[in-house]
């Protein structure tokens, strides 16, 4: 058990985490080319109103993302289908019993 705890622990001194067992998942494996995604990242704002006020509150609130096309396509492909799920999650899970 002690093993177990301390290996699939992502915060444990020496977890498969720290000792880089798990890098792929900090890696993006799909993307976008921004000069494709923009005619679909319009669509989707088009489609999904709640998504397009989320996005045009970001703008609002945020200068810096307000004045960054790149980052303003990348929020709405992370916010769209076509963002792989897998990316920053952790692949090992705890289960707690009551």
Known sequence: MRYLLETLEPEATDSFFNWNFFDVILQRKEGFSPYVFEEIALDILTQDPDLRME???????????????????DWIYRHSKYYEPQHMQYPVYRVLKE
């Open 55 to 73: 996005f045009e509150a970001k703008k609002e609130v945020d200068s810096t993302f307000s004045a960054n096309w790149h980052n303003q396509l």
